[in-house]
């Protein structure tokens, strides 16, 4: 048991390695405020060199340029919809991770709502349709005699006849 | 036969629907710049570092402008096409050099001696249109970039055609093939130039 424990420690402590090498985090930057607002606008675009990483999170080049770029754009006294549309007016609408509502992206927006709605009309006629093919084949008399017949027949509660 | 239709033409579809978005590529995002006026820069030449260049010289011309770097791979792909071109003489053909240094993953900026990045973009994006051929008018240096996000540029090479107004009429991110030579470039060049 204590073996166990001992080689699970190992297993730890490699795995722990590379971190525990790591040099210290970067201290603090002098202004948060600007530091806050450019965590706030560059999670809200996208990294065009890693599509699926957001500005705020690549280590990209590109990036690192960018957020530089929009530091200093808070600091020139822009506003955050200035800033957004700085961005938007170089790398598009793909840049934000939230379009704009418009007559292109209107699909994007509601396409999978409609989707859902289609498929719910769909199946509740299917679920409709099958209720009333049910009730046309209702059974006759002599079929709900057999029905009857047979589940006495195999009910093992009566025994074999 | 009619109950199997249905989600047969579902999946037809949806087969469709997949097999459209995995041809598209991801990094053709269209540029808003397309049909906006070339943002204006003013920047050293690589052949002459105290002279500068900027866009509305070219007013009243058909141009092309190329993204280019000496660390950047598929550049070098491009590359023989734009020389071909060069030497059609079709249009002129401008070279935005950009992050020349400071781009090279190999390169730590921060452990150069300080004052000397300029001086290393200029000889090493010198040398490399010496060994590859230089199918460029004349490049400019986009040092560190700046220039670079006016244009939107987010993967090198990429390549800009401006018609005489100086507005951006295509702008194509990745290297040029020589089908989009024939098939796009050449064709929207001779369109622009009447």
């Given amino acids: 048991m204590s073996r166990l424990l001992l080689i699970l420690f190992l297993a730890l402590l490699v795995c722990s390695g590379p971190s525990v090498r790591a040099g210290e985090a970067a201290p603090l930057v002098a202004d948060e405020a600007t530091e806050k607002r450019l965590v706030a606008i560059s999670s809200e675009l996208r990294c065009l060199v890693c599509q699926n990483e957001s500005l705020a999170g690549s280590q990209a080049d590109?990036?690192?340029d960018l957020?530089?770029?929009i530091r200093s754009l808070i600091k020139a006294g822009k506003s955050d919809s200035e800033i957004m549309s700085f961005m938007v007016e170089r790398y598009g609408d793909f840049v934000r991770y939230r379009p704009p509502l418009k007559g292109s992206t209107l699909l994007l927006w509601f396409g999978p709502a409609v989707l859902l709605v289609i498929v719910l009309l769909t199946l509740l006629r299917y679920l409709r349709q099958r209720e009333r093919t049910i009730a046309a084949q209702a059974m006759t008399a002599s079929e709900q005699q057999q029905a009857t017949?047979?589940?006495?027949?195999?009910?093992p509660r009566q025994g074999t006849s | 036969m009619n109950r199997f239709i249905w989600p047969l033409l579902a999946f037809v579809a949806l087969l469709v629907l997949l097999a459209v978005g995995l041809s598209l590529n991801p990094r053709d995002v269209p540029s808003p710049l397309v049909g906006k006026p070339a943002p204006q820069f003013s920047l050293p030449l690589l052949q002459a570092p105290e002279q500068t260049f900027s866009p509305s010289e070219m007013r009243g011309k058909v141009w092309l402008l190329?993204?280019?770097a000496s660390w950047c791979v598929t550049c070098r792909q491009e590359h023989p096409l734009l020389v071909d071109m060069a030497k059609k003489q079709t249009v002129p053909l401008i070279g935005l050099n950009y992050k020349e240094v400071r781009g090279d993953g190999s390169i730590d900026l921060a452990k150069l001696p300080p004052g000397s990045e300029k001086r290393q973009v200029i000889e090493r994006a010198g040398a490399w249109l010496a060994q590859h051929g230089n199918p460029y008018t004349l490049s400019v240096l986009d040092i560190d970039g700046r220039v670079g996000i006016?244009?939107?540029?987010?993967?090198?090479?990429?390549?800009?055609?401006?018609?005489?107004?100086?507005?951006?009429r295509l702008k194509h991110t990745g290297p040029i093939t020589a089908e989009i030579v024939s098939g796009k470039l050449l064709?929207?060049?001779?369109?622009l130039s009447k």
Avoid: C, F, H, S
């Avoid at chain 2, 064709?187 to 369109?191: E, F, G, R, V």
């Fill in chain 1, 67 to 69: 957020r530089r770029e």
């Fill in chain 1, 149 to 155: 017949a047979l589940l006495r027949d195999t009910d």
């Fill in chain 2, 187 to 191: 064709p929207m060049i001779a369109d």
């Fill in chain 2, 150 to 168: 006016d244009y939107g540029v987010y993967g090198v090479p990429e390549t800009y055609l401006i018609d005489k107004e100086g507005i951006i």
């Fill in chain 2, 66 to 68: 190329n993204v280019w």
């Fill in chain 1, 62 to 64: 590109l990036a690192n």
